[in-house]
Each structure stands twice: as structure tokens, then as C-alpha cells.
């Protein structure tokens, strides 16, 4: 079942399907080395990007809650629906495995 929200945008035509994509932004030159990066300076950082193919904008989206350095190396990325599931991976700043959904 659609959310209020959702199906009002959809009854006013407004909807259509983006494409998100988990892309490295590198590492700021900038950062103090207790900021975060502990084991590899120059390590990638992922964050999730939204591409609308209609207008041709890329947006960055926010950390994942809990997650402010990003998303967890060699996770899953699972597309269900509206929603987006980040599944496991090794923690940025640990590098441990992670069992989180």
C-alpha cells in the first residue's frame, strides 16, 4: 500500500524513477587524521547518489543514520519498491564486519 504522500504524487503525475547509485567520493585533503580515517587516508568514502535521468541532476544524499563516514565498505545494495536496503559490509573508521540491515 502507497503512503499518502506517495500516491498523491503519483494521482498528480509527478512520480517517475530515479536511479541510486553507491559512488567514492575521495578522501578531503583537509581532514585532520582524527577526523574518522584511521587505517588509510586515502581510502574511498561511499555515499548514496540519486540520478534523475529525466533532468540530468545528480544529488548527493545524507550520511545513512548512524553512519557518518559513510557506507560501510563491500556492502549489498538492495532495491525493493521505494525502498533501498544496505546490507552488511565492513564499518569505514573499524574496518569490522557489519551484520546491520
Not at 504522500?5 to 582524527?34: C, E, I, Y
Not at 563516514?69 to 525502498?83: I, V, Y
Request: proline fraction near 12%.
Amino acid at each position: 500500500r502507497l503512503s499518502e504522500f506517495r500516491r498523491l504524487r503519483k494521482a498528480a503525475g509527478v512520480t517517475r524513477p530515479v536511479l541510486v547509485l553507491a559512488q567514492a567520493r575521495p578522501h578531503d585533503p583537509n581532514q585532520s587524521p582524527g577526523d574518522g580515517i584511521k587505517q588509510n587516508p586515502s581510502r574511498p568514502i561511499y555515499w548514496l547518489t540519486v540520478f534523475d535521468p529525466v533532468t540530468g541532476c545528480r544529488t548527493s544524499l545524507p550520511a545513512i543514520p548512524g553512519m557518518p563516514e559513510g557506507m560501510p565498505m563491500f556492502c549489498g545494495l538492495l532495491g525493493c519498491g521505494s525502498d533501498l536496503l544496505v546490507i552488511g559490509g565492513w564499518d569505514p573508521s573499524t574496518w569490522l564486519a557489519s551484520k546491520a540491515v
